[in-house]
């Protein structure tokens, strides 16, 4: 089956919005099984929406529509909608009720164009919203399925993942099952390549790579009668995946970020970590404590991004500033090594580099990283060239530094395992 996704608001237009949901509902459907061939932002204007609606329940089996639900004037997808499915607005008791009690439970009263959400298209599927005032609904006719969703996304997600899911699995017969392999450490197209026999190959299950920020998510996906027959079909394949991947695979689990990979690492061998920030200015260790049970390794974090906060802090030596310059292997290791030393944690990690946009030169551009890792007192130093923004070569930096983190300790206790180290 196909999907169209169709985002309203024209803040979306203006860049006023990060237009997430648009992301969020692409990925959702692609693990349903559905292809999605179109996406469309339409502003708040009925003609434009009314246009954009008529032509995708013409060429797409579902139509997915955000926003436009609210309260105001310029809330318009419910009834363009209701418009063009030919559907009569009446008012829903069940939503009225519930606005009722949602304003009564707050010690506050409805104005009365609260109640224009309770307004829902003749026959329609009410979705409820426990996070917000406005309700979800699904049109459907023998053309199209036209579901409406709320723009916040913390009501468009639940509302979705409860309600939407279980309705588009009982459109085709069967389940669509899949599974993520998230690997970090190597890049998208060398894991293509790795995996090149078996895209080629695919039919059910099919397999679909994604590049993130520092990892690549690989998805498998299957389809047959039960969940139990799609498990067993994803099975094999994602034990050749994580056979040819090795140990840059760091979870299949779809719920494990990378950050928690790394701190279930520490936590597991029983060790401490502290970071020292330069141009990260803190977020790897804002990335880290966003990790529930993190407190049990982690133990500090420095931001050192001045010179003189690099000495007297974490002991660098003047000379090596004045040689090599803040942005150096040296200076990063040097970091690493005193951090360890202060802090007295068995994991030190050191970030110094160039985020720009001023600042670079010829021979240290923006975008030069240099990173440094300490395991037990032994130092990993990586050089790195991000390209971007400020923002986007800080947060790039930081995911490097977790893929960096995770590779030296699991290098330090492979070579304890091999007799390498005692």
Known sequence: MTVELICVGTELLLGNIVNTNAAYLAEKCAGLGLSCYYQTVVGDNAQRLAETLQAAVKRSDIVILSGG??????????????KVMDRELVEDAVSRAYIENYFASRNTE????????AMMPQGGIILPNPNGTAPGVIIADDTAHVVLLPGPPHELKPMFENYVIPYINKLEPGVISSQTVKVCGIGESRVETLLQDLIDGQENPT??????????????????????????????????????????????????TLEK??????????????????????LLSGRLINVSGVSQVYKS?????????????????????????????????????????????????????????????????????????????????????????????????????LVLMRSCILEYFSEITFGKKK
């Open 207 to 256: 397999l679909a790579t994604y590049a993130k920020p520092g990892e690549v998510h690989i998805r498998v996906t299957a389809k047959a009668e039960g969940e139990k027959e799609a498990r067993k079909l994803i099975k094999p394949l994602v034990k050749e995946i994580k056979s040819r991947m090795g140990n840059h695979v760091y979870t299949t689990d779809e719920e494990v």
């Open 69 to 82: 639900l609210g309260p105001t004037e310029d809330d318009l997808t419910k009834e363009v909608a209701a």
């Open 110 to 117: 409805p104005t009365e164009n609260n109640w224009k959400q």
């Open 261 to 282: 990979a790394v701190v279930d690492l520490l936590v597991a061998n029983e060790l401490t970590v502290t970071c020292a920030e330069s141009c990260t200015g803190g």
């Open 301 to 401: 974090g420095y931001v050192t991004y001045s010179n003189k906060a690099k000495r007297k802090l974490l002991g660098v030596k003047k000379s090596t500033l004045e040689k090599h310059g803040a942005v150096s292997r040296q200076t990063a290791e040097e970091m690493a090594r005193g951090l360890a030393a202060v802090a007295k944690s068995d994991v030190a990690v050191a970030v110094t580099g160039v985020a720009g946009p001023d600042g670079g030169t010829e021979e240290k551009p923006v975008g030069l990283v240099y990173i440094a890792c300490s395991v037990k007192g032994e130092v990993t130093v990586q050089e790195y060239h991000f390209s971007g923004n400020r923002q986007i070569i800080r947060e790039a930096t930081v995911s490097a530094a």
